[in-house]
């Protein structure tokens, strides 16, 4: 399923809250690729502005630490006043280095004096700079999940195509299992890699797959006798305890959040004593061969369409010699059930009460192998060459199979046991490991549910999995796809096995069946939110209103189009940055007014910084030369009587220069200025 081209329109923008972080950590704000990026923007300035605020409180501090009543020279004042006026510390950087080169060799240790306030500029403008950047990790949700909302919102009317008859429903009730499953395959295929789920592709689901845990020396899930190598020979597959929210992104708060556990052991079985072998009449016209042999495989009677059969499934001689390559056949039955209300009911050796049981029937009819198999699905250890010799005309292609295999029996068969296992997130209280049987009727499942102790909305998680986990067993990971269902598949060039399997390539089969099925629950949870596929356009669907709290709490992964941010993050950012920017604003009110309350003794230091301020050092400048008469010797902006006018600084040469006033000037015409060097 690609979330990102077909669902994106289905993401939620505006706030929401991720309940796996909690309410104040989770809560998160999802906006399209375009307002987020003037969101980050804006961020970015703002937390740029507070820095400087902050710069500016920075030399506040030094400023007057720095002030001293004791005489100081030159240097020392000139440094004051670049506290006073720097607005940044690139132009703190710059005056100190004027400084420090300028009295090089008229002030004691010139370059100690100002090369530390440097360095601590240049490390503050690193801090500063990389505080914007990360700004924008820091409003980065946990998670990094966004939330479906669709109007379309609901499953397929049908959950399973056994109850009804009508053939347009079931045909599309088969369509739409096919491509779930082949969809599920090729995500499985892909992601459910160490190496491969890291790719784009993989980045839908919260998770990019669910865990497998594997045995490869488990017990037979069947009586010992039917399992082929013998009573610990059998492979089991098991998620361990899944999250309805964490693994499947059903975003609940923790108390109604389900886990639920899926197990699934396959073993080899015998063939010996479950096979009988006779002649049949003759099917086909000029058939080259005496006799029309068919091989029936007993493990069950099985329904043929018309009534129950003594076998499970039948193999003819004509397939055999045909030019096919592999052919997967398969039943199941879930336990519980009786022979009526399914299509195979296994026999004796093969029935579990708690757990589905499927059979896989392996013909490799006519595939030939490169190197020899002893993997006891895939066995081959008979020579082509006598094989063929076998079939009458067939010498012309003696010579090209030389040292290639047959296989060594026309069928073989795996089965498979699934069980699931729900529990109650809240409580801890777990059913006993079970296959679909309690999903399939109504006082079963309220059975289940009330042994559960479930809330109202856990009861709707419930409800929401059992659909989902109705139709997930191994059986149906291969439905409809046959020898497609197989990677030994994808090493066949025509009829021949180019790759040498391994001895456990049985193992490595059902493991992908098994992925198939978890990529299909991820799936299916998704498209729950989004509405499912629509295949014809007279398709039915359902709302499932008994789950609308649902409908609206799915969670994935945040697709090109769209970027969630954390809420907590932004305000923590615009609180930080509010409080110092009003703190800038502020602190040389505070400090005077504390000063003059508590201590008198340093109003020396608040008048140091007033008069340091560039707009202070003009009055005294012009006052110095009788320019105008002022007001506001200590406030931030120092003003002249109505009307005042002077002339401007002249700069006569690069030699220190002279104020004098020009003879005979008055403010009254303007208190011109003359300039002289001295």
Same mark, same amino acid.
């Given at each position: 399923m690609d979330v990102d081209s077909a669902n994106s329109e289905f993401i939620h923008t505006g706030v929401w809250t991720d309940w796996s972080y909690g309410r104040i950590h989770g809560a998160t704000?999802?906006?399209?690729?375009?307002?987020?990026?003037?969101?980050?923007?804006?961020?970015?300035?703002?937390?740029?502005?507070?820095?400087?605020?902050?710069?500016? %409180? %920075?030399?506040?501090?030094?400023?007057?630490?720095?002030?001293?009543?004791?005489?100081?020279?030159a240097l020392h004042h000139q440094q004051q006043v670049a506290f006073r006026n720097t607005t940044s510390p690139t132009s703190l950087i710059w005056d100190f280095t004027l400084l420090a080169w300028a009295w090089r060799t008229n002030a004691r240790r010139s370059f100690m004096r100002n090369v530390?306030?440097?360095?601590?500029?240049?490390?503050?403008?690193?801090?500063?700079?990389?505080?914007?950047?990360?700004?924008?990790?820091?409003?980065?949700?946990?998670?990094?999940?966004?939330? %479906?909302?669709?109007? @379309?919102?609901?499953?397929?009317?049908? *959950?399973?195509?056994? @109850?009804?008859?009508?053939?347009?429903?079931?045909d599309m009730f088969g369509a739409?299992?096919?491509?779930?499953?082949?969809?599920?395959?090729?995500?499985?295929?892909?992601c459910y890699n160490n190496d491969t789920q890291n790719l784009p592709q993989c980045n839908v689901y919260t998770k990019p797959r669910l865990p497998v845990y594997t045995t490869a020396n488990a017990s037979c899930p069947f009586n010992t006798s039917i399992c082929l190598e013998g009573a610990t020979a059998a492979f089991t597959m098991d998620t361990g305890l899944l999250d309805t929210r964490e693994h499947l992104g059903i975003n609940t708060p923790d108390d109604d959040r389900m886990l639920f556990r899926k197990v699934v052991t396959c073993a080899p079985l015998v063939r010996v004593p479950y096979i009988t072998v006779h002649n049949d009449s003759n099917p086909l016209p000029d058939y080259p061969f005496e006799n029309y042999t068919l091989a029936a495989y007993h493990y069950g009677d099985s329904s043929d369409g018309e009534g129950f059969v003594n076998y499970t499934y039948k193999y003819d001689i004509v397939t055999s010699r045909a030019l096919f390559a592999y052919m997967i056949h398969a039943?199941?039955? !879930?336990?519980?059930?009786?022979?009526?209300?399914?299509?195979?009911?296994? $026999?004796?050796?093969?029935?579990?009460?708690?757990?589905?049981?499927?059979?896989?029937?392996?013909?490799?009819?006519?595939?030939?192998?490169?190197?020899?198999?002893?993997?006891?699905?895939?066995?081959?250890?008979?020579?082509?060459?006598?094989?063929?010799?076998? +079939?009458?005309?067939? @010498?012309?292609? +003696?010579?090209? +199979?030389?040292?290639? &295999?047959?296989?060594?029996?026309?069928?073989?068969?795996?089965?498979?046991v699934d069980q699931f296992q729900l529990c109650n997130a809240r409580t801890g209280t777990c059913s006993n490991p079970h296959g679909v049987?309690?999903?399939m009727d109504v006082a079963s499942l309220t059975s289940l549910v009330n042994s559960l102790g479930l809330s109202?909305?856990?009861?709707?998680?419930?409800?929401?999995?059992?659909?989902?986990?109705?139709? @997930?067993?191994? &059986?149906?990971?291969? &439905?409809?796809?046959?020898?497609?269902?197989?990677?030994?598949q994808e090493t066949l060039a025509d009829l021949n096995q180019m790759a040498p399997l391994p001895a456990n390539q049985w193992h490595i089969e059902v493991q992908a069946w098994f992925e198939t099925n978890l990529a299909k629950l991820q799936e299916r949870s998704v498209e729950f939110a989004t509405g499912p596929r629509q295949l014809r356009e007279k398709r039915q669907r359902v709302m499932l209103t008994d789950l609308s709290p649902l409908c609206g709490a799915q969670k994935v992964r945040c697709p090109a189009g769209n970027?969630?941010?954390?809420?907590?993050?932004?305000?923590?950012?615009?609180?930080?940055?509010? *409080?110092?920017?009003?703190?800038?604003?502020?602190v040389d009110m505070v400090i005077g007014w504390v000063s003059r309350r508590w201590f008198p003794g340093n109003l020396y230091r608040r008048l140091n910084w007033a008069l340091d301020e560039k707009l202070q050092l003009q009055r005294m400048a012009f006052e110095g030369v009788g320019?105008?008469?002022?007001?506001?010797?200590?406030?931030?902006?120092?003003?002249?009587? $109505?009307?005042?006018? !002077?002339?401007?600084?002249?700069?006569?040469?690069?030699?220190? *220069?002279?104020?004098e006033k020009v003879e005979g000037s008055t403010p009254e015409n303007g208190g011109l200025l003359a300039v002289g060097q001295a």
């Open positions: 704000l999802t906006l399209s690729a375009q307002n987020a990026g003037f969101l980050t923007a804006f961020l970015a300035l703002f937390v740029t502005i507070s820095a400087g605020h902050l710069w500016r %409180i %920075i030399t506040f501090t030094i400023h007057q630490l720095h002030t001293s009543q004791k005489p100081k020279d530390p306030f440097i360095l601590l500029a240049i490390v503050w403008l690193a801090l500063a700079g990389s505080a914007a950047i990360l700004s924008a990790r820091i409003t980065e949700p946990p998670g990094n999940d966004c939330l %479906i909302m669709s109007p @379309n919102c609901g499953v397929w009317s049908e *959950v399973s195509g056994s @109850n009804t008859s009508d053939p347009n429903v079931l739409v299992q096919l491509l779930a499953t082949n969809t599920a395959t090729q995500y499985a295929r892909t039943s199941w039955a !879930f336990a519980g059930a009786s022979k009526i209300e399914q299509s195979w009911k296994p $026999r004796a050796e093969l029935n579990r009460t708690d757990a589905d049981v499927s059979i896989f029937f392996l013909n490799a009819n006519n595939v030939m192998y490169e190197y020899p198999t002893d993997d006891p699905m895939f066995s081959a250890h008979r020579s082509a060459l006598d094989e063929l010799s076998a +079939i009458p005309g067939a @010498n012309a292609t +003696i010579a090209a +199979i030389d040292n290639w &295999y047959s296989p060594d029996t026309p069928t073989t068969m795996l089965g498979c049987q309690p999903f109202l909305l856990q009861s709707d998680v419930f409800a929401m999995l059992v659909n989902y986990l109705t139709l @997930n067993n191994m &059986y149906h990971s291969i &439905y409809g796809r046959s020898s497609y269902a197989l990677r030994a970027i969630s941010f954390s809420v907590l993050g932004m305000a923590g950012i615009v609180a930080v940055g509010g *409080v110092v920017i009003m703190a800038n604003l502020v320019a105008g008469h002022w007001d506001g010797r200590t406030a931030a902006v120092p003003v002249t009587d $109505r009307g005042e006018m !002077f002339g401007s600084w002249a700069d006569f040469g690069e030699r220190h *220069v002279l104020l």
